[in-house]
């Protein structure tokens, strides 16, 4: 829409205003009457103003008011019109035309009975076809009139004005609705995006200790296979066979994990793996030697943190079995006192760069934060070792 477009209902209203004024003047018998005809044109142009310039068109509306003044041109019906004008000041204006449109309602008022006479008032009611208002106020040029005259001025600008504020404020309102709704879903998108991102650091995770922990341990079977003898088929049968069972099982775990991000029918997660001595055989059957020992009674744990205990030991092991000596043993204990705390210990060589363990450590700490726990990681040089200790809540907070 261009904007002779936009503005055509404000011309047409325009040019309504116009007509009536001047078919008012040619009744009464003043068409060629200068000062009423400016006055007529000054009101069309305050009514076709009041939308889109509610500001000009209050200030046209009293500057008409001026020139009829000091021109001594009477009261015209025609100027009933400018309720259009206080409309349009209440319901499209600025906060400051909104007032002075406000406080013009009952100076208007009054300027316009001072210079109305008891018979133009008579005749504008009885045009108005209030006919039993004009016979108790006229009397014969009585003095009660002034006031009549006065209420029925300031109704007729102040309801369409009051008008015009109830849909200025309906509009804030929905307005106000509809910034709400837009807030609220905003706040929506943003949390279900945190929630995705959520899910996909912890798919990383999960996938980063199962893999990481499976390729660790099948790496170290390998690796022992090149120092078997070659008659010896049946160690070799063996440690193939574990190979296998370690791929299978890692196999098997990535499904787990996968299961749990899959709404697909047939997809139902089955229960995560959280046998803790299962690690630990696991860990033996790649070679290593591990001294396992358990202080306290083992406590019932939610599967939540149950899941949390059996990944923070996945990933000890695992960087136990990359970076530990493979002629010392990795000891691993599980103290049940209060918390479960899980401690893992093995020799480094001396010559290992101390590093900030990357994101198997980083993955381990958010994971026992997120449940109320802590990691502590700490390496000694006499004789070289490295110890990863975490305390995993037992009951959920």
């Known amino acids: 829409m261009n904007r002779a477009e ?7 209203a325009g040019a309504a205003a116009l007509a009536v004024g001047l078919a008012e003047l040619r009744r009464s018998g003043e068409w060629g009457s200068a000062a009423p005809l400016l006055v007529v044109a000054g009101v069309a142009a305050a ?6 310039l509610p500001a000009l068109a209050l200030a046209s509306a009293w500057l008409t008011g001026i020139i009829q003044v000091l021109l001594g041109v009477d009261p015209m019906l025609t100027e009933t019109l400018l309720a259009v004008v206080a409309f349009g000041c209440a319901r499209w204006g600025r906060l400051p035309t909104v007032w002075l449109s406000g406080l013009s309602l009952p100076l208007s008022a009054g300027i316009a009975v001072l210079l109305l006479s008891p018979y133009a008032f008579y005749e504008a009611l009885q045009v108005l ?15 009660d009139w002034r006031l009549a005259a006065g209420l029925v001025g300031f109704v007729l600008l102040a309801t369409p004005w009051l008008l015009g504020l109830a849909l200025r404020f ?11 709704v837009a807030a609220e879903a905003e706040r929506d998108q943003a949390a279900e995006i945190a929630r995705l991102r959520d899910g996909q650091a912890q798919l990383a995770r999960d996938v980063h200790d199962v893999v990481g922990h499976s390729l660790a341990v099948i790496l170290a079977q390998a690796e022992s296979a090149q120092y078997l003898e070659d008659v010896d088929t049946q160690a070799l ?9 370690s791929a299978r099982s890692s196999l098997d775990d990535v499904r787990r994990v996968l299961a749990t991000t899959t709404d697909a029918p047939g997809s139902a997660a089955r229960a995560p793996q959280t046998d803790l001595d ?19 009674t083992p406590q019932p744990m939610p599967p939540e943190l149950a899941v949390v205990a059996f990944r923070v030991l996945q990933e000890m092991l695992t960087n136990a079995i990359r970076h530990g000596r493979r002629d010392q043993p990795v000891h691993v204990e599980r103290h049940w006192q ?14 290992e760069p101390a590093g900030s363990g990357g994101q198997g450590l980083e993955g381990m700490r958010r994971r026992l934060e997120a449940v109320g726990g802590r990691l502590d990681v700490r390496r000694r040089t006499d004789p070289p070792t490295f110890t990863a200790t975490a305390w995993v809540p037992v009951r959920a907070r």
């Open 170 to 180: 309906a509009d804030r309102s929905r307005a106000s609705r509809r910034s709400q």
């Open 237 to 245: 049968k063996k440690t193939m066979a574990n190979i296998a069972g």
């Open 6 to 12: 936009r503005w055509l209902p404000d011309l047409l």
């Open 129 to 143: 076809g209030i006919d039993r208002i004009a016979a108790d106020t006229y009397r014969d040029g009585g003095y």
């Open 338 to 351: 209060g918390d479960l705390r899980i401690e893992v210990r093995n020799a480094v060589p001396a010559d």
């Open 47 to 52: 009514v076709g103003l009041a939308r889109r």
């Open 278 to 296: 299962s690690l630990v055989a696991g860990v033996r059957a790649s070679g290593h030697e591990v001294v396992a020992a358990e202080v306290g």
